[in-house]
């Protein structure tokens, strides 16, 4: 063996100090095979420390590091970084935690330092087998598919098209402007305000930078961050392909609404004047709200909350939509009674309850009620419902309003397998972290924003896009490379019996399967190396390339000696 | 010349989200924190809704990355003083209040904390437990070093100049008297608010009996008892040092005052009721409300969860909290309109989400407006809603405006997208 191992042992104050014995450490560590020298100094993540390591790398002609000190959280970074300023390939490096592990835990110093001493010897046996991995460098596209011309589709694109960066909006339909486009008026109310919308599908449309492809439809994307291709089929019928290269995807595909069938009792298509809310929308956009008989009506009731139990979930926007409706009625017709029924007022925003006093003080109704039953009594509508405390009652109205709960668009799925996008319990795309990343999915470069994530108001709908954009505009910069993940999973060719169990296992797409030969291949720009394949594979023919068996296995039996 | 430099106001969720991304593409970013650690108010959870995930670990890989980055200059105990200019070349001026410990020496072991001999009230653990002149501010402070209180200090506050206690203890030679107040001139291209929100203060609604019963808390006291890193390390015990049996929950404590829902509150409470009847699984618990604010696609069904546990929800009104002889009762007045009571060892009180105490200073500072709520102005509510009415000037998180934690995240990338955009 022609290594030299060069291991240092950090004092770290009295942290490692006063609880190891850490001249009996470099004693013992000294005669092991292969180890050239055994040092120990004060705070080697110090800058003093830093360049004390570098100069014994130069100096002692190190082929591997290895330093006992703290969590490789703190400061593992810190000296391969060093490793790699001194001219050593910094995977040729181990960092042994004897502090976090070790001294602060094991309080007898005979214990600390005997596992201490087992420690570093099975790092070092270890770091003998790591291989000098070399980070990649790729050239990425700029440009982004947008799917879905909505509201959020839109604002995305407005927000990263630029003089490097083409957008090319793909919407299925003939027209951009998604639901926003059927609205009557927006809240606060003053009228129509629904310029500001239009304003922004015309600067959609005047944008040189976005390529608007509408009656288009996604048919396949293949590739990862930085360099997507992607097939777009247009016409309805899919007779126009384009292909066009991407580095990244926003998904803004919107949403449907519940299937008032599902929900017979509120009398949707059966009686006359029960609208859901996009009718109305649309009916008050033409400027004529009118009962099937001509004239105008005289009481609405608008009911909350159909479809949420059915749904599980509370889809936020109805509340302030219906109250928004409520006021449009009495601004629009000369006389109108206006009862709103709900479950729980859902009013989390800034400026809504000040709207829902608004409504109160112009006399409209609120009433809490469940267990609602539509009838057509006599030429009106009988809405039936029951108080808490019981007590049933009902109205006579000559229009219902039903708020139906939000669903996912009816492409979700779809899309979801063309993109490969895990969709959660409600259907809609599901994040990769609830908290802390809400609009990301598990292919990198790959962002969900909007109600294609789950119901939301359009103040959210903008933001989740404008930080879709930001995620993008940070991530890939025109002319600047990205470097992939370097300990990542490689499968060797000749064990690979093409049982595609790594594939059905991997959460990032990273896997995919070579027909002609039949073997299953790891895409090394998307693979982050979390080593699920690894332990999928049945034939043992997939690798980490940085947590190897034999890595593993001398030093777990290093370890246990 | 635009700057490409970004200043971030506050090292919370969204100003630590805002800072990686705008770290990420290259631009330096100057991240200022009035506190002496960084993490705002989400470090001081147990856990977090809906899944019930630790909080201290889910933000501390941001954390250590904030602390790592080379692009983001971080200046704790930093408060902003001016700002002139505007966007691509604001001239901002920042006020940076001595540690007494330097950063770059100090390794965190503790040892300078024993032998302090003043002791004062603990902020972080919201009066709750107490904490040496010396101290970070609860176990687990990111980054791990102390900060000296001068004005506790006897030392620094004159009562014995040469006491130097900590300074013996430390190996490290990290304590240093002599450091100074600074002001620091930075020239930036833009500007993100992520000051974050206090909460509303319950004294000021005595129907509740805060302060004046000892087992009343507030919901933040609450978070800090059953924290693992809390003054009682995460044990429910009372200020009187009884284990609760029966506890009450009240929502919607100053939103008739605030005139708006906070948005968060509903979900809180059922993460305390789901923690207590876990911890306790004896307890009586009850949660009085008037709305359920639940929207969310998981939060119903944690909702249902939670009841299912035998939580009781009572929608009501009219609620006061009296203290009968040390015990306590809850008064309401149901949804039929009569009166009902709940006897409860511990009352927990869900107060609404306010602005910061200080917006207003920093609001004329910065130029722009405050909201009738008090919050800062954005631009456009619904269509831009992380632009203020100043160029270069952007907002993100709770500064703008009551909201969960996925919000703040998304609107602190969106903030930095539209930095991005502005100074590329």
Not at chain 2, 360 to 373: P, T, Y
Request: aromatic share 6%.
């Amino acid at each position: 063996m022609n290594e030299k191992i060069g291991v240092y042992v950090c004092e770290c104050g009295p942290n490692i100090s006063d609880r190891i014995e850490i001249d009996r450490v470099i004693e013992k560590i000294s005669s092991v095979e292969g180890v050239k020298v055994v040092k120990k100094f004060g705070l080697l993540c110090s800058n003093d420390g830093k360049k004390y390591l570098a100069d014994e790398i130069k100096k002692e002609e190190l082929t591997h590091l290895v330093v006992a000190a703290c969590s490789p959280r703190e400061h593992e970074q810190t000296f391969m970084n060093v490793c790699l300023e001194a001219g050593l390939n910094p995977y040729l490096f181990q960092l042994i935690n004897i502090r976090e592990q070790c001294a602060w835990m094991i309080s007898d110093k005979e214990e600390a330092t005997r596992m201490a001493i087992k420690y570093i010897l099975a790092g070092i046996s270890r770091v003998t087998l790591h291989r000098p991995l070399l980070k990649k460098e790729l050239d990425i596209i700029s440009d982004v598919l947008v799917i879905g011309g909505g509201i959020s589709g839109i604002e995305a694109s407005l927000s990263l098209a630029g003089k490097n960066r083409k957008v090319y909006l793909v919407e299925k339909k003939e027209s951009i402007g998604g639901m926003v486009k059927n609205f009557s008026a927006l809240l606060p109310y003053q009228g129509s305000n629904l310029a500001v919308i239009e304003e922004k599908i015309k600067q959609v449309q005047n944008n040189e930078n976005i390529e608007v492809l509408t009656s288009s439809e996604v048919e396949d994307v293949l590739g990862f961050l930085g360099n997507f291709e992607a097939v777009i089929k247009s016409n309805g019928d899919g007779s126009v392909k384009k292909e066009i290269k991407i580095g990244a995807v926003v998904v803004a595909t919107g949403f449907s609404l519940f299937n008032l069938k599902d929900t017979p009792q509120y009398g949707y298509g059966k009686i006359e004047n029960v609208l859901d809310a996009l009718e109305f929308e649309k009916m008050s956009a033409s400027g004529k709200i009118l009962l099937k008989n001509g004239k105008p009506p005289k009481s609405v009731a608008l009911i909350h909350c159909v479809g949420r139990e059915e749904k599980g979930y509370c889809s936020k926007v109805c509340c302030l939509y219906s109250i928004k409706f409520a006021l449009h009625l009495q601004d629009k017709l000369p006389v109108v009674d206006v009862t709103e029924f709900y479950s729980d007022l859902c009013l989390p925003e800034k400026a809504d309850q000040d709207y829902f006093e608004e409504a109160k003080k112009k006399g409209i109704r609120f009433i809490r009620a469940d267990e609602f039953e539509v009838k057509d009594k006599a030429g009106k509508i009988s809405v039936e419902y029951k108080v808490a405390g019981g007590k049933k009652d009902s109205i006579a109205v000559d229009m219902a309003i039903l708020a139906p709960a939000i669903v996912p668009s009816e492409d979700t799925s779809k899309l979801a397998e063309i993109l490969n996008l895990p969709l959660d319990e409600t259907g809609f795309f599901k994040e990769v972290h609830e908290m802390l990343d809400p609009i990301s999915t598990p292919i990198e470069g790959v962002y969900v924003a909007g109600c294609a994530l789950g119901p939301k108001n359009i103040p959210e709908s903008i933001i989740q896009s404008q930080a879709a954009s930001g995620k993008i505009l940070s991530s890939l910069i025109p002319g600047k490379k990205i470097e992939p993940e370097v300990k990542v999973s490689e499968i060797k060719e000749e064990f690979c019996t093409g049982c595609q169990m790594c594939l059905s296992v991997c959460f990032y797409g990273a896997i995919s399967f070579d027909e002609h030969k039949g073997i299953s291949v790891v895409n090394e720009a998307i693979c982050r190396g979390c080593g699920s394949c690894v332990g999928s594979c049945p034939s043992g023919a997939i690798r980490s390339k940085h947590f190897t068996y034999p890595q593993l296995y001398r030093e777990v039996l290093q370890a246990l000696r | 010349m635009k700057k490409p430099n970004v200043l971030v106001i506050g090292a919370g969720l969204a100003g630590m989200e805002a800072s990686l991304i705008l770290a990420e593409a290259g631009r330096k970013v100057y991240l200022v924190e009035k506190e002496s650690l960084i993490g705002g108010q989400t470090i001081k959870f147990e856990e977090v809704y809906p899944n019930m995930e630790c909080a201290t670990c889910m933000v501390a890989p941001k954390q250590q990355e904030i602390l790592q980055n080379e692009n983001i200059d971080l200046l704790l105990l930093s408060k902003v003083e001016q700002v002139k200019g505007s966007v691509g070349e604001f001239k901002v001026k920042i006020k940076k209040k001595a540690r007494y410990v330097s950063l770059a020496k100090c390794i965190g072991c503790g040892a300078c904390y024993e032998p302090c001999p003043i002791s004062l009230e603990n902020e972080f653990e919201e009066g709750l437990s107490k904490k040496k002149a010396i101290a970070v501010p609860c176990p687990g402070a990111l980054p791990n070093v102390p900060a000296i209180d001068p004005e506790s200090c006897l030392r620094l506050n004159g009562k014995k100049k040469e006491c130097q206690a900590c300074k013996e203890a430390c190996m490290f030679d990290a304590v240093d008297f002599s450091e100074k107040e600074e002001i620091l001139d930075l020239e930036v291209g833009a500007i993100l608010i992520a000051t974050g929100f206090d909460m509303f203060d319950v004294k000021k609604l005595p129907q509740y009996s805060y302060g004046k019963a000892n087992n009343v808390y507030t919901a933040m006291e609450f978070e800090r008892l059953y924290a693992a890193n809390g003054p009682t390390e995460g044990k429910l015990v009372l200020r009187d040092g009884g284990i609760p049996k029966s506890i009450g929950i009240i929502h919607c404590v100053g939103r008739a005052e605030q005139g708006y829902c906070s948005g968060v509150c509903c979900m809180y409470s059922t993460k305390f009721s789901h923690f207590l009847k876990h911890k306790i699984p004896e307890a009586k618990v009850c949660e009085f409300h008037s709305d359920l604010c639940i929207p969310g696609k998981s939060h119903q069904k944690f909702y249902q969860k939670t009841l299912n546990q035998g939580i009781d929800f009572i929608r009501c009104e009219d609620i006061k909290v009296e203290d009968k002889n040390g015990k306590l009762q809850v008064n309401y007045k149901n949804h039929n309109g009569g009166k009902d009571i709940f006897k409860a060892d511990m009352i927990i009180l869900s107060p609404a989400m306010t602005a910061r105490r200080d917006t207003e200073s920093l609001a004329e500072i910065l130029g722009i407006s405050q909201d009738k709520k008090g919050f800062f102005s954005t631009q456009s509510e619904k269509l831009s809603p992380v632009s203020t009415a100043v160029d270069g000037i952007f907002i993100a998180g709770c500064a703008e405006g009551p909201k969960d934690i996925p919000n703040s995240i998304a609107q602190a990338e969106a903030a930095a997208g539209k930095i991005l955009s502005i100074l590329s």
